[in-house]
């Protein structure tokens, strides 16, 4: 098939770019490499180099002799989005290309804005240029699991049936999202449903879990130059990637609040997966489907004992430390949610194991001189944004960065 990747410089993006290419399909992968940028102004880095854009692409075509052709661009143009759907045609765009973060978004109202008016711009670029240019192709688009919120109901794959004074109807689920971040896909989903509905588009809404994990079996080709990035600040790390980084280097291990939050979570490899699984088995015209993509649930608790029990194991020192909740959610609550759809497609998923963590710690002690500890701390708080939390965060930031040993000294 002739698949474009939106968003094809990013930590989900580029290795789904390159199973796509590993599996003899076209790929076009286009990005406007926006998350190096904000990376740069926030003054954060990934754990280990991120090779540039074009050069891994160019990395994969010569190792594989397949080609990943690469456009470096942004979809809030809509002249691009016209262009890659006249020119490369595709019948399938996978479009991971949007700000992901949901603290960036709450830093400040700037932030905000970028985060709404990328996302929701950049999606209706994409449902224009396909109403005009190629109505048949199928969008398969990155939702999140934190669209829902977490309900004291069970939460079903979009739609649910709704009984109201004697009266049904199958309606969207009703959603409560978690931050301005969260709110731009909803946002996304309402414009893309109304869009499959008037003008018979076919989407799938991918409603994501929080994504760990580095390793593809493509990166295996050139575990440097194809590498994806691996984030443990506060602001683009997420929550397990963030704990190993933690214990890699002793520092507590950053639980917000009680640690009863409930969220959904999958392997980066069963991303993959999904998303082909998606684009195999397309929606039909006019269809709005959504499917929740996840395969375990873990409180937050649970995924810190998990990861300091590994640690343990290979002799580091790990303690778990509650944190005042920098977010508004809440951290004890009911949390439900189905996730059947992409089981019946075939998905096999990819449990967390200890053997899965103990790479990604292996991983972070081979860079453990690169970590810096002041990106660690959560600086943006859910009611005052960005500046309200630097001195909350002094705290930690006091000491300076610490000399270490080699990982070989201490693993
Ligand atoms: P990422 O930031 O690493 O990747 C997104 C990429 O899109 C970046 O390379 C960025 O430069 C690019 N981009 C952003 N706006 C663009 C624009 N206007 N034009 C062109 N390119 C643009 O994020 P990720 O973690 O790979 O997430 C990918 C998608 O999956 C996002 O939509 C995110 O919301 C969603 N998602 C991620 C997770 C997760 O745990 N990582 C979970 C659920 C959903
Ligand atoms: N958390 C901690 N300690 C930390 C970091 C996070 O306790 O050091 C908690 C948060 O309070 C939250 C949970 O862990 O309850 C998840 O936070 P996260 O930062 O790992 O994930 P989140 O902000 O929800 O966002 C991530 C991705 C986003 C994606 C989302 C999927 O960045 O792109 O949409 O996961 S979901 O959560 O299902 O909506």
């Keep these: 098939m ?5 968003g094809g410089d990013g930590y989900l993006g580029w290795p789904t770019a390159m199973y796509f290419s590993a599996r003899g399909h076209s790929v076009l992968a286009v990005d406007n490499c ?4 904000l990376e740069a102004e926030l003054d954060v880095i990934p754990l280990e180099d ?11 075509n010569v190792l594989t002799g397949w080609e990943i052709e690469v456009v470096r661009g942004d979809i809030t143009q809509a002249d691009l989005m016209n262009q890659i759907c006249v020119n490369f045609h595709p019948e399938v765009i996978v479009h991971f290309a949007e700000q992901p973060s949901a603290p960036y978004s709450m830093i400040g109202r700037d932030a905000a804005v970028l985060t709404q008016q990328n996302n929701i711009v950049g999606t209706l670029n994409v449902m224009f240029a396909m109403r005009e240019h190629c109505p048949d192709a199928e969008l398969v688009k990155l939702g999140t699991m934190g669209e829902y919120g977490t309900p004291n109901i069970d939460i079903e794959e979009g739609w649910i049936e709704i009984t109201h004074k004697g009266r049904s109807d199958r309606l969207p689920y009703p959603k409560r999202p978690s931050s301005l971040y969260h709110c731009s896909k909803v946002h996304d989903s309402v414009n893309l449903e109304f869009a499959c509905r008037s003008w018979g588009l076919r989407v799938t809404d991918l409603n994501q879990g929080v994504v760990y994990g580095i390793e593809t079996d493509e990166m295996s080709l050139d575990r440097k130059a194809l590498r ?4 443990y600040d506060d602001v683009f790390g997420t929550v397990l990637n963030r704990f190993v980084v933690q214990a890699a280097i002793g520092m507590p291990l950053t639980v917000y609040g009680k640690g ?5 979570f999958l392997n980066i490899k069963d991303t993959l997966q999904c998303v082909e699984l998606a684009s195999v088995n397309p ?10 993509q996840f395969t375990e649930l873990f409180s937050i608790l649970e995924l810190a004992e998990r990861v300091k029990r590994v640690a343990q194991a290979r002799g580091l020192c790990v303690e778990i430390q509650g944190v005042a909740n920098p977010r508004v959610e809440s951290e004890l609550h009911y949390y439900n949610a189905a996730n059947t759809s992409l089981l019946a497609l075939g998905l096999k998923p990819h449990l967390l194991s200890d053997e899965l963590l103990d790479g990604m710690l292996e991983r ?7 970590i810096r500890e002041r990106l660690i701390p959560p600086r943006v708080d859910w009611k005052r944004g960005m500046a309200a939390v630097t001195s909350a965060a002094a705290g930690f930031e006091a000491a300076p960065e610490p ?9």
């Design 403 to 411: 000399e270490r040993e080699p990982a070989a000294a201490t693993a």
């Design 283 to 292: 929606a039909s015209r006019g269809e709005f489907r959504v499917f929740n």
């Design 34 to 37: 926006m998350k190096r940028r």
């Design 2 to 6: 002739r698949i474009c990747v939106l």
């Design 364 to 370: 972070a002690l081979e860079a453990r001189n690169q």
């Design 228 to 231: 994806t990035s691996f984030h």
């Design 50 to 60: 991120v090779p540039d854009f074009k050069q891994r692409a160019e990395r994969w």
């Design 260 to 264: 009863g939050q409930t969220r959904s």
